[in-house]
């Protein structure tokens, strides 16, 4: 490089890429950096492509209450594990600085768990005063219901 | 560049940054299509802790109920009649759908919303349905049941979680 098949070595046709890579290195750091808060909790394999929930970015708060159930007999409540006694009391706490409208519990369950462990949680935290939970689920990219809607 | 503070043009101290670009370029293209995954969820009632004192037999049943169960063999029913089954919800959805223009039509509103004229039509039409389904089942079953229901528009969905087999 710097050589070039041209006559002299004055004339240069080559892009100055230093200021691209400076700018690629700060946007990969951002993103590298922002990625783990997005993904807070436990992986659970939640159900997918489904067509209608509802968007709600108040999952993704590190306040909101959120109980994964990876799999059969595992609760964690945000990234801790737990067991369904120390749930309710875990719960009640996280619950007790919010309004009446706000208690909300979101539910993160394995497609392959059975029902009877979700209901297992919906029974603890209904003792604690909480009518309304959130079934997390990932709905189903816009591009891919294009494609699959002539089909049908 | 091209030309060093050296004595010929032979040797010229340059890196080859063309592939370190296209793997941060790879690496940034993952990280950005990994970010924005916008959570969704089901919202659902569940019944508040019974009061076992509380006497049932006072309370009415409303006519206007909708159970949607799911039995064992992945079978749902709405109410008693049958409605196809777990892998294909289209016929729940579409008998759904079907009960709630109607209701529209004979204007049957929620219990408590006959005369809330200021909220809107639409929110006053009775459109609850409750979920029941057993124990033994996948979860990923029963999430399919309730998305079809709240595809065809009920709100609220209720999980019932007493008495379940």
């Known amino acids: ?152 | 560049m091209g030309m060093s503070a050296g004595a010929g043009n032979r040797a010229v101290p340059y890196i080859n940054v063309t592939p370190l670009i296209d793997v941060l370029l790879v690496l940034l293209i993952i990280f950005m299509v990994v970010t924005p995954l916008k959570p969704s969820r089901f919202k659902a009632d569940i019944p508040t802790q019974r009061d076992p004192n509380e006497d049932v037999s006072k309370l009415k049943p409303n006519p206007l109920t909708l159970v949607v169960s799911i039995t064992t063999d992945l079978q749902i029913k709405l109410n008693q009649d049958l409605m196809g089954s777990v892998n294909d919800t289209s016929a729940l959805a579409a008998k759904l759908q079907q009960t709630f223009q109607q209701r529209k039509e004979q204007h049957a509103y929620k219990v408590g919303m006959e005369t809330a004229t200021s909220t809107p039509e639409d929110q006053r039409i009775e459109k609850t349905v409750f979920v029941k389904a057993p124990r033994a089942l996948k979860y990923g079953d029963v999430v399919k049941v309730i998305d079809a229901i709240k595809g065809a528009g009920a709100s609220p969905v209720g999980l019932q979680v007493d008495d379940l087999p």
């Open chain 1, 1 to 152: 490089m710097g050589m070039q098949a041209g006559g002299g070595d004055h004339l240069q046709s080559e892009i100055n890429v230093t200021p691209m890579v400076d700018i690629m290195l700060v946007l990969l750091i951002i993103f590298m950096v922002v990625t783990p808060f997005l993904q807070q909790g436990i992986t659970v394999a939640i159900p997918r492509d489904l067509k209608n929930p509802d968007e709600d970015q108040a999952i993704n708060k590190e306040t909101s209450v959120i109980i994964s159930v990876p799999n059969d007999n595992e609760y964690y409540l945000g990234k801790k594990k737990v067991n369904l006694d120390d749930l309710k009391s875990a719960v009640e706490k996280a619950l007790a600085n919010k309004k009446e409208e706000d208690k909300i519990v979101y539910i993160k369950s394995g497609v392959n768990v059975s029902y009877g462990e979700v209901v297992k949680v919906i029974n603890a935290v209904r003792e604690k005063g909480v009518d309304k939970i959130g079934l997390v689920a990932d709905r189903k990219k816009k591009g891919a219901t294009a494609a699959a809607a002539p089909a049908t």
